[in-house]
């Protein structure tokens, strides 16, 4: 493999997707939610963008001057063609980090974000990239970082170390990773035929492998066949963003807020009683068997007050993206699937039902209090909706209401 990759995959690209955790629209709201002051962020930064589909999205939605590296020369330059076709002035680097970190053109961001990499790159990567926090990133700043986690990936680490194995070592030479993700699978399979004590202790690794048959085998191979694969504790990765002066501030994801879907009551009482905010986190992964996090860090994090943070979420408006026939009453989260409460989430969704933004404050005029038609819904009742909506990709935030022509024709 080419010493430029670091053993990072580069035989097969990325994926084409969109993630907007990676984008600054949900920001406010999200950091609102749990408490959080947002910063009105100007500058921003994504850490290995891959083909380049978030960060295009982005930075033709706003005017957020946006800035990114991918060391994959093809996708930079397939990332460099989406942002000639939008004129977006995005500016984009085929850098490694340490070389990014070398640069004396960077702006100071108020956001930094790095989506599928942390788990999947070196040690000595990962300090780059907190050097370049620790000299990047502006007071009050936010930094969103996804990776795979303990204790959830601990069953499934010992398989996947056998089928890189058998990619690096036993596949016939010449084959393309393609070819050797599929030998690694087959390979997989024969092992788990024969009934190792493996499964007594992780029995659910047939269904895994089963469903790695089904996946896009470039999702896999930076998935599963990179040369590093670091899942990672919760805490120790609070000791690394405590180094840059860091703060934990909650999810970055909407469905990862809302405990009533991911812990039980008694186990929420428990969660309670623990005071302090990280060792509270380690102990929640515990119980929710977490795989993957997408958090929020804050560089000098400040509280809201109770007016500021009802405001922020009242004047947020939100759309309906998807036909009302095609959305069912349920979401799916740590402690499976649960059926949504239909006097609750219909008349929601009847509010939005024309697909025009309206801000949640109006829906709480509508269908909270002594004025609403019916049983009233309590705002609590109403904001756990909304953000369960949200997570299940049903309604969006509305953003940038006024959109200058600019912004109209980048989009």
Known sequence: MSEWTSGYVSELGYTYGYYSELGTSQIAFLLALQGWHAPNVKTALELGYGQGVSINIHAASNDVEWWGTDFNPSQAAFAMNLS???????????????????????????????????????EQNRAVIIDLIKDKLAVGGVVYVSYNTLPGWSGFAPLRHLMTAHANTLSSEGTGLAGRIEGAIGFAEEVLELKPNYLKSFPAATSRVDSLKKQSRHYLAHEYFNKDWHPMH?????????????????????????????VSPEQKAFLNKISDTHFRESVRDFMTNMQFRKDYWIKGPRKLNQSEHFRIIR????????????????????????????????????????????KIGDIESELCGSGSQGSAIEWPQLVQAITVLLGKGNVRLAINPGASAAIQRQT
């Not at 939008?86 to 053109?105: C, I, K, P, W």
């Not at 961001?109 to 990499?117: A, K, P, Q, Y």
């Not at 799916?332 to 697909?355: C, F, K, N, T, W």
């Open 84 to 122: 000639e076709a939008s004129q977006s002035g995005v500016t984009l680097y085929d850098d490694a980090f340490h070389e990014l970190l070398s640069r004396q053109d960077l702006p100071v961001f108020d956001f930094i974000c790095l989506h599928g990499i942390w788990s999947w790159i070196s």
């Open 234 to 262: 919760f805490g120790n990765m609070a000791e690394l963003m405590s180094s840059a002066k860091l703060q934990y501030a909650g999810p970055a994801d909407f469905l990862s807020t809302v405990d009533a879907i991911n």
């Open 315 to 358: 004047e947020q408006e939100i759309v309906l993206v998807a036909p009302l026939d095609e959305i069912n009453l349920k979401v799916s989260g740590a402690r499976g699937e649960m059926e949504l409460q239909a006097s609750i989430y219909e008349p929601v969704l009847q509010s939005l039902a024309d697909h025009k933004p309206r």
